[in-house]
């Protein structure tokens, strides 16, 4: 897997190739969380997601978490069905009763 990443006057595209597995998800997390940290005056984080050929679980997980942070993506047709059902899943959890317990790994 490859992450670069292309700055902007507006955003920071995050660029992701590859598959997204493990070991790699754990890198990705670190760059998206990176990436995320020193946004000013209104940049938004755009995840690009076009050359990802493959994602498991636990890159499912980073996604999510994406979602729910309200990152925006850019994807090709395999991803934007993958990103359209995270967030189907996102909005479910976010109608789930207050009283639901938080146990599991959540996805």
Do not use: Y
Not at 35 to 57: C, Q
Request: contains cysteine; aromatic residues 4%; proline residues 4%.
């Amino acid at each position: 897997m490859k992450i670069s990443f292309v700055e902007r006057p507006r955003r920071r595209r995050l660029i992701v190739e590859g598959k997204l597995v493990a070991p790699w998800v754990a890198e990705f997390a670190t760059a998206c969380e990176k990436a995320k940290v020193d946004l000013h005056h209104g940049r938004e984080l755009i995840v690009d997601l076009r050359n990802v050929t493959a994602i498991t679980p636990e890159g499912e997980s980073v996604l999510l978490q994406l979602i729910m942070e309200k990152v925006k993506f850019q994807c090709g047709v395999f991803m934007k069905e993958v990103i359209r059902q995270l967030a189907r899943k996102s909005q479910r959890r976010q109608d789930a009763p207050a009283t639901e317990s938080g146990g599991g790994n959540g996805v």
